[in-house]
C-alpha cells in the first residue's frame, strides 16, 4: 500500500484522499487516496464497476465526492463544475469522445470559448493559427478547417487532446483513449503521451488492455469494489500483479452446476455474421458458431467492441443477421420477431439495464410482468390476482429486496433492479436465456445472488448463454467458456482454466488490428 | 388508477413525510383543486354560472375537447404527438355532412341517403385511416411524430376545404322519406337531461380507462412510452401499439367531429381550428407527461373541464377573447411546470444504476 509514497512530496500535483461517493445506498468509492505524479503517467486498473469512472469524474469535476478531499499543488480544492476543473488545469477526454462532428477542428477546440475579434466577432484567423500550432506541436497533419467528421477515430483523439492543451492543461484523464483505435493510431496516441509527458504535463490513464497500458504507464494504482486495493511504480509490476490485485481472490461466485443432466443442445447458433451499421463490409459479428445444451451453463468472455453485445442481440432477434442460423430446441428463430422468440422460449436480458432492461416510470411489479402479459389475460382484460401472484413469485423466486410490487422501479439498488429484469424474463418461462452483462454495475453480493439464479435455472435444464468482461466471473459458474475477439471465437476453455489463459486469448495484450 | 398513482406518490422527493403531506395533496390533486377554484370564483363573479342547466351546457362543450384529449392522452402516453385531430375532426364533419346529403351513384343513376349510424361508421372509419397514415408514418418510416402529424394536420384539413369547396354544410337534419334523420341526436339531444355529446364522453373515457388499466394493449402504451427499447426486448409489439393509438386517437377526432357537427347541425372545413392545442393542454394539465409513460383518464378529463369551465366562465363574465387566450396560455404553463416539479428527478434517476457510463449512453441515443 506505501509503495507509492517513496517519491517526494513535490512530485505529485493532484491527488485525492480518503474521498468516497455514494448513489443512494450503493458505495461506489469507499475512501479511495489517489495521486498523480507530475509528468508521469499513472494507469488506474480495475474491473467494471470498480470506481474507475466514479474516481475520474470526481479528479475531474464532473461529479462531487461524498465525502473526503481532492488536492491540486498542495491545496485542497473544491471543482465546481468540469468547467472549473478546466480552467485549473484539469482536462477529462471521455471514453466517448465529446466533439461536434458537424464542426470543424478549429471550431471544436474553441468551442464555448471563442476568441473574440474587433466589432464583436470571432477571430477566426487567430483560431485558425492556434489550430494550426497545437497541430504542429502534436506532429498531426489535420487541417484546422476538417470537419470532424471525417477524421478517423485516432485522429479525432488528437483534437481531444488538442483541445485540452489549449487550454494549458496541466493534468489531463483520458479514459480508455485506446478502446476503438488500430495498432498505428495507438503507437500514435503512445508517441503524444510521451511527449506531453516531457513536457511536464500529468496523465491519468484507464485502460482495460493491461499489457498496452503497460507499455506507457509509470504508476499502476488498483481498484476493486470502490477501494484502491495496490498501487506501485511501473518497475515492480507485471501483468500478473495488475490481475491478481484486480480481481482479487476472497470472493467466491460459484462453480459450475453439477448433479443435473445436461441434455440436447437446446440453442445452436451456427455461422452468424452481423454486419455494423455503419459499414456494413464490417462484420461485428464475423461467423460465429456457439451451441449450449439444456442444463448448461457458457460464458462469452471479451472486450469492449469484441461483438459480444450484437451477438446476444442478433440471437434474441434485435439486430439483423446477414447469414447464418440460430435454433432453439430445432426451431428455426431466424425471421421471427422479438415477442416471437420469446413466445418460443429464447429470451435475452440485455446489458445496458436502464436503457433497455427496465421501464422507469412503471412500478416493480408492473416491470416484472411486462414480458409475460399473456400469462394473466383472460380474454380481453387481465386479471389482477393472477398478476399479482406472478410478481410475488418473482420477488421471492429471484430474491429481490423490494417494499412489494407497487413501489417504484428507481426505488431499488442496482443489483435488485438488475434481479428485476432477470426476473421478468424469467417468468416467461424460457428455454434458453441469453444475459449481456448480467453483473454489470452491480455489487459483489449481488453478483454472487445473481449467479446462483443461473445456477438454480441450469439445474432445472434452462440453458444459460451470458456474457462478461470480467475473467474472474468467467472461472465460476460456467460449464464452458468462450472467448470472443474482434467478432470471432478466439478461444474455448474449460472451467479449470485460467485468468491468465483468458486473457491472453482475448488479445488483451496488442490487439491485432 | 391505484398502481400508477402509488408509484407517483413515492417519487416525489422529500414530500413523503408528514409534514409536507397538504403540499403533496395540494400538487397531486391540482387538476381537481384548480377545477373547484374555477367554479368558485365564477359564481361568485356571476349569478348565472353556478346552475346545473349552465354546467350541463358548459359540459357539452367540455366534450368536445375531452374527446379529443383522450385520443391524445393515449398518444402522448406512448411517448408521441398529434397535431391532426383538430383538421381530423373537421374532416369528420364534412364526411358526415356530405354523405347526408346522398352518395351519387351517377353510372347506376341513383343517390343513396345511408342511415345515420351508417354515417357514423364511415365516419370513424375516416378518422381511423388517417390515424393510420400517421402511425405508419411514425412506426415504420420513423418520421419524428411532431412532423408526420403536422403534415396530417394541413392534408385533412386540405381535403376538407376541397370537398365543400370551403362552405359549410347547413342542412344536416336528413329528411324522413329517405330515412336518414337523427344526425342531430349525438349533440342536440339529451338523455335524462343530459346532453348526449356529455354521455359520448363518458363512454369513451370508460373504454380508455378500461384499456388502460386492464388490457394487455394498456400495459403495452405504458411502457411503450416510458422505455420503448425496453419494452421491444421485453416482447411488446411496440410499432403495432404505436400505430394503434394514433389509429385510436384519429376514430376519437371523428366522434368528436361527428358531436360538434350535431351540436351546431352544421359541417364546415375550418371547425376545430388550433383544437389539437386545447386538446395537448388539456392532457398536460391533467399531469401526464409529454415524454411519454405517465398520465391517466381521470386527470384528463378533469384538465378537459378546468380548460372549458374557465374558457366559459370567462366569456359569461365577459372577460374579452384576448384576455381568454392570456389565461388559458397562464394556466398550461402552470400546469406544466407543476409536472415538472412533480416529475424531477423522478423517473430516471442515474444514481440508481450505479454504471455511471448509463446516462452517458442514453444522452447519446
Known amino acids: 500500500m506505501t509503495a507509492g509514497r517513496d517519491h517526494a512530496i513535490g512530485d505529485v500535483v493532484l491527488s485525492a484522499r480518503d474521498v468516497a461517493k455514494s448513489f443512494g445506498n450503493i458505495h461506489a468509492l469507499k475512501g479511495v487516496n489517489f495521486d498523480v505524479h507530475k509528468g508521469q503517467v499513472t494507469t488506474l486498473f480495475g474491473e467494471n464497476g470498480a470506481g474507475k469512472s466514479t474516481l475520474m469524474k470526481i479528479l475531474s469535476g464532473v461529479m462531487k465526492p461524498t465525502s473526503g478531499e481532492i488536492i491540486l499543488d498542495g491545496e485542497p480544492v473544491t471543482f465546481a463544475s468540469s468547467t472549473d476543473a478546466r480552467d485549473r488545469g484539469v482536462s477529462i477526454i471521455h471514453q466517448e469522445l465529446s466533439l461536434a462532428p458537424n464542426l470543424s477542428v478549429r471550431d471544436n477546440i474553441f468551442m464555448g470559448r471563442e476568441i473574440k475579434g474587433r466589432a464583436g466577432g470571432v477571430d477566426y484567423a487567430e483560431e485558425e493559427r492556434q489550430t494550426r500550432l497545437l497541430m504542429e506541436e502534436l506532429e498531426e497533419d489535420i487541417h484546422p478547417l476538417t470537419m470532424v467528421e471525417d477524421l478517423r477515430l485516432g485522429q479525432q483523439q488528437i483534437v481531444e487532446i488538442a483541445r485540452a492543451l489549449s487550454v494549458n492543461s496541466r493534468i489531463l484523464i483520458m479514459d ?78 460459484g462453480s459450475p452446476p453439477t448433479g443435473h443432466e445436461i441434455g440436447e443442445a437446446a440453442l445452436s447458433i451456427e455461422n452468424l455474421c452481423v454486419p455494423d451499421k455503419v459499414n456494413a463490409e464490417r462484420l461485428l459479428v464475423d461467423d460465429v458458431s456457439i451451441e449450449v445444451k439444456a442444463g448448461e451453463i457458457v460464458c462469452i468472455y471479451g472486450l469492449m467492441g469484441a461483438g459480444r453485445t450484437e451477438l446476444m ?121 441469453l444475459l449481456d452483462e448480467p453483473s454489470r454495475g452491480i455489487d459483489i453480493g449481488a453478483k454472487a445472488e445473481v449467479f446462483k439464479l443461473l445456477a438454480d435455472g441450469a439445474r432445472q435444464g434452462l440453458a444459460v448463454l451470458f456474457t462478461t468482461s470480467e475473467v474472474g466471473e468467467c472461472l465460476s459458474i460456467a460449464h464452458r467458456i468462450i472467448v470472443m475477439s474482434r467478432g470471432q471465437i478466439a478461444a474455448e476453455f474449460g472451467p479449470d482454466t485460467t485468468k491468465e489463459a483468458i486473457m491472453a486469448a482475448s488479445g488483451e495484450s496488442k490487439a491485432a488490428a | 388508477m391505484s398502481d400508477i398513482g402509488a408509484s407517483r406518490k413515492a417519487a416525489i422527493p422529500g414530500l413523503t413525510d408528514g409534514r409536507f403531506d397538504i403540499a403533496r395533496i395540494l400538487l397531486e390533486g391540482r387538476a381537481f383543486f384548480a377545477l373547484i377554484a374555477i367554479i368558485v370564483v365564477f359564481s361568485i363573479l356571476s349569478p348565472v354560472y353556478f346552475s346545473l342547466n349552465n354546467f350541463l351546457i358548459m359540459s357539452s362543450h367540455v366534450a368536445i375537447f375531452g374527446l379529443l384529449a383522450i385520443g391524445m392522452l ?84 386540405g381535403v376538407a376545404l376541397l370537398m365543400t369547396n370551403g362552405l359549410t354544410y347547413n342542412n344536416l337534419g336528413g329528411r324522413e322519406e329517405l330515412g336518414n334523420t337523427g344526425f342531430d341526436w349525438l349533440g342536440f339531444n339529451r338523455l335524462f337531461g343530459v346532453p ?110 378546468v380548460i372549458g369551465f374557465l374558457a366559459d366562465g370567462l366569456v359569461i363574465i365577459g372577460v374579452s377573447t384576448y384576455w381568454q387566450t392570456v389565461f388559458t396560455g397562464a394556466v398550461i404553463v402552470l400546469a406544466v411546470l407543476l409536472n415538472s416539479i412533480q416529475y424531477r428527478s423522478g423517473g430516471r434517476k442515474p444514481s440508481g444504476s450505479g454504471t455511471p457510463s448509463s446516462p452517458q449512453a442514453k444522452a447519446k441515443k
Not at chain 2, 277 to 295: D, E, F, H, P
Open chain 2, 74 to 157: 393515449l398518444v402522448i402516453l406512448t411517448g408521441g404527438i398529434d397535431l391532426s385531430v383538430g383538421s381530423v375532426l373537421a374532416l369528420a364533419g364534412v364526411v358526415a355532412g356530405a354523405l347526408m346529403q346522398g352518395v351519387a351513384f351517377e353510372s347506376f343513376g341513383f343517390t343513396a341517403y345511408p342511415p345515420v349510424w351508417v354515417v357514423a361508421i364511415l365516419t370513424c372509419c375516416v378518422g381511423a385511416f388517417v390515424g393510420l397514415v400517421n402511425g405508419v408514418l411514425i412506426a415504420f418510416f420513423k418520421v419524428p411524430a411532431f412532423v408526420a402529424t403536422l403534415g396530417l394536420l394541413y392534408v385533412a384539413r
Open chain 2, 196 to 305: 348526449i355529446g356529455v354521455i359520448v364522453l363518458a363512454v369513451v373515457a370508460v373504454i380508455a380507462m378500461l384499456i388502460l388499466k386492464r388490457t394487455a394493449f394498456g400495459r403495452w402504451i405504458y411502457s411503450t412510452g416510458g422505455n420503448a427499447r425496453a419494452a421491444e426486448l421485453s416482447g411488446v409489439p411496440v410499432r403495432g401499439v404505436t400505430i394503434a393509438v394514433y389509429v385510436l386517437s384519429g376514430i376519437c377526432s371523428a366522434i368528436a367531429g361527428l358531436v360538434l357537427s350535431s351540436q351546431l347541425t352544421s359541417a364546415g372545413p375550418t371547425a376545430g381550428q388550433t383544437y389539437e392545442l386545447t386538446a395537448i393542454a388539456a392532457v398536460v394539465v391533467g399531469g401526464a407527461a409529454l415524454s411519454g409513460g405517465r398520465g391517466r383518464v381521470g386527470g384528463t378529463l378533469l384538465g378537459a373541464f
Open chain 1, 176 to 253: 480508455e483513449p485506446t478502446s476503438a483505435l488500430s495498432a498505428t493510431e495507438v503507437e500514435v496516441l503512445f508517441s503524444v503521451i510521451r511527449d506531453l509527458k516531457s513536457r511536464g504535463v500529468s496523465i491519468v490513464y484507464i485502460s482495460h488492455h493491461l499489457e498496452e497500458a503497460l507499455q506507457i504507464t509509470d504508476h499502476a494504482v488498483v481498484l476493486r469494489d470502490g477501494s484502491m486495493t495496490a498501487r506501485a511504480p511501473r518497475a515492480e509490476i507485471d501483468l500478473e500483479w495488475i490481475v491478481r490485485n484486480m480481481v482479487g481472490e476472497g470472493f467466491d461466485l
Open chain 1, 313 to 433: 442481440e442478433c440471437v434474441a432477434g434485435r439486430l439483423q443477421e446477414t447469414s447464418g442460423t440460430i435454433r432453439l430446441n430445432g426451431r428455426t428463430m431466424n425471421g421471427l420477431s422479438i415477442a416471437g422468440r420469446i413466445a418460443e422460449g429464447l429470451v435475452l436480458v440485455p446489458e445496458d439495464r436502464q436503457r433497455d432492461g427496465l421501464v422507469q416510470t412503471m412500478s416493480v411489479g408492473q416491470n416484472l410482468s411486462l414480458a409475460s402479459i399473456g400469462a394473466f389475460t383472460k380474454g380481453l382484460f387481465t386479471s389482477k390476482k393472477r398478476e399479482s401472484d406472478i410478481v410475488t413469485g418473482s420477488i421471492r423466486n429471484v430474491h429481490i429486496k423490494t417494499d412489494g410490487g407497487e413501489a417504484p422501479i428507481t426505488s431499488l439498488s442496482g443489483g435488485n433492479q438488475q434481479k428485476v429484469v432477470i426476473g421478468k424474463m424469467l417468468a416467461t418461462e424460457p428455454k434458453a436465456v
